[in-house]
């Protein structure tokens, strides 16, 4: 079992930045694939980034590429959101998600994680 905590939410004006970060619990962190997913009022939860397990390769949503950048640090079991150039159509509550599928492929749907974050919310002001 997998327990998995973000921080780094808060307040921001268009433009800005924030780093969102997930901590994750167990010795076997650089064998997950993890993910950033986001959940805005009225609209479904939403795919924004993931990270490989093997080779730490990255997809984006075509909505945040080139603004947001996904890390990982196996040393200190965390994920890391990098969030650039914010827009108020990023506000929404940010969960962290992970899976030990060991899968090769781009894990970009909700259903292909088991583990979750509580959540971090996100606020861009304009």
């Known amino acids: 079992q997998v327990q998995l905590v973000e921080s780094g939410g808060g307040l921001v004006q268009a433009g800005g930045s924030l780093t969102l970060s997930c901590a994750a619990s167990?010795?076997?962190?650089?064998?997950?694939?993890m993910g950033w997913f986001r959940h805005a009022p009225g609209k479904e939860r939403e795919f924004v980034a993931t990270i490989n397990w093997s080779i730490g390769g990255t997809y984006y949503a075509d909505s945040v590429k080139g603004r947001f950048t996904i890390s990982r640090d196996n040393a200190k079991n965390t994920v890391y959101l990098q969030m650039n150039s914010l827009k108020p159509e990023d506000t929404a509550v940010y969960y962290c998600?992970?899976?030990?599928?060991?899968?090769?492929?781009?894990?970009?749907?909700?259903?292909?994680?088991?583990?979750w974050g509580q959540g971090t919310q996100v606020t861009v002001s304009s």
């Open positions: 167990g010795r076997t962190f650089s064998s997950y694939t």
């Open positions: 998600a992970g899976n030990h599928h060991r899968s090769s492929f781009v894990q970009f749907s909700a259903a292909d994680y088991d583990y």
